[in-house]
């Protein structure tokens, strides 16, 4: 990479198109050094094009991997795979010059069992993109026993290589990964039998997980471990110290999920009546109190380090391209200022938790916590009972004397 921005010219098939692609970098919050490397980029595939005699129109999936495989031959160690390439072919894309990078389609019997199983989720089930991740993992290792690149053997499967396969899994899964599989195993298994690659309904073989709801205690953080937390943005770049301390603000106060802090946008921002507007679980909009050290937290990051673009998103990422912060990004805000920290194992959910107990130290009622959190059930919000220690002893019975 060079050490300052240079003025790059680029030459070949690509060239009519540098202009409106510097000014799209520049649009989108690239430093000038960082702007002139991908114009740099574009030189170097626009010359590879040229001495092949291909245009920019025949920029297909199959040409790109070529151009990559390429580059890596001669020695190059950045910008070596299509994510590299992203910016300036969803530019050229945009314009029409090049055709959309379509992956090729699902090779061998396995691959194609799963795309199948994917759209029934989707179109059939209706499951959210998220949830389909998580049962496409699963799926994929328990039809791996079954399906290989010499075909199918889900005909001769048996309800004891099913339960079989279930007590392997679970004996190194934690309680809530191995309820997620069994919910899978019995979604996949009615799948496959309603396409007619099992004669017999399989599904209500797979035995339950046993693990009682409300059995373990919710793992919060300290008032110190979260002042530790907060302390650590002060030690980032200013733009992204003052966002990911408002993200943490919102997680440790409200209780949000990292999935709901993605979401926010500009318009969810009710600062006449002090609210803010949650997108949660189920497509609901639910109302919530915004805390004064919360919403200051925000207009300091809106007032001097948001950057200017045209998304509504409340939380954009702090490198160009300037972009909304996706939920994984809000993870990793928590799990990077937790190692600077110096804490281990805390993650956005934790901070939900930690959220909670805070409500039922400052004497707040389960009722009123589980408002907050946006719990569908009060039994949801039950197991924070448990962390209240001075309100049980008031409820457990005096042990009984005998007498002698």
Known sequence: MA?????????GPLEPYQAGFEVVLAEAGYTPLSAANQVRLMRHLSIWLAGRGLEAAELSLAVVGAYLAYRRGEGYTSWLSVRGLAPLLGYLRGLGVVPALVRAVAAGPLEELVESYQRYLVTER????????????????????WVDVCGSRLGEMTAAQVTAFVVEQCARRSVGSAKILVTVLRSLLRFLLLEGMVSTDLS??????????GSGLPKAIGTSDVAALLATCECRSRVAGRRDRAVLLLLVRLGLRSVEVARLELEDLDWRRGEVIIRGKGHRDERLPLPSDVGEAIVDYLRHDRPKVTHRALF??????YSPMKTGSVQNVVVTAAGRAGLVSVSAHRLRHTAATQMLAAE????????????????????????????????AAAWPQMSR
């Open 126 to 145: 209706g499951l959210a993109s998220t949830t389909v991740r998580y049962y496409l993992a699963d799926a994929r290792v328990f039809l791996a026993c």
């Open 364 to 395: 707040a009622r389960l009722a009123e916590v589980g408002q907050v959190l946006r719990h569908r059930s009060a039994a949801t919000t039950a197991i924070y009972a448990k962390v209240d220690r001075s309100r049980l002893r008031e409820l």
């Open 204 to 213: 209500g073989v797979v035995p339950a997980v046993a693990g009682w709801r």
């Open 316 to 321: 954009i990422n702090a490198r160009a391209p």
């Open 3 to 11: 050490s300052k921005a240079s003025v790059v010219v680029v030459v």
